[in-house]
């Protein structure tokens, strides 16, 4: 989901302007970023199968933002309504 922008320009491009050049250059940036990011993608695909895929705690952890992560989960609209949906029943 995160690299859906970059994916969804090519269609985008090529119904906005209906410039070959211009979908033409999408595509090559595409192709480049794609090979470029082989080597991560498989690491993460790996990660995935093996179960070794860090929490949300642990990558904010290692971003050193864990206190806004605290913070964030602290003050969790979502999280109220779930409280409050389970003492109502």
């Given at each position: 989901?995160?690299?859906?922008g970059l994916v969804l320009m090519i269609?985008?491009?090529?119904?906005?302007?209906?410039?070959?050049?211009?979908?033409?250059?999408?595509?090559?940036?595409?192709?480049?970023?794609?090979?470029?990011?082989?080597?991560?993608?498989?690491?993460?695909?790996?990660?995935?199968?093996?179960?070794?895929?860090?929490?949300?705690?642990?990558?904010?952890?290692?971003?050193?933002?864990?206190?806004?992560?605290?913070?964030?989960?602290?003050?969790?609209?979502?999280?109220?309504?779930?409280?409050?949906?389970?003492?109502?029943?």
């Amino acid at each position: 989901m995160r690299w859906a922008g970059l994916v969804l320009m090519i269609p985008l491009i090529c119904f906005r302007t209906q410039d070959l050049v211009q979908l033409g250059f999408v595509l090559f940036a595409n192709a480049l970023f794609w090979i470029a990011m082989l080597p991560e993608l498989k690491q993460y695909f790996h990660l995935r199968k093996t179960g070794g895929l860090p929490d949300k705690e642990e990558v904010a952890e290692f971003m050193g933002m864990d206190g806004v992560y605290r913070y964030i989960q602290r003050f969790n609209v979502l999280k109220l309504f779930r409280k409050k949906s389970d003492d109502e029943v």
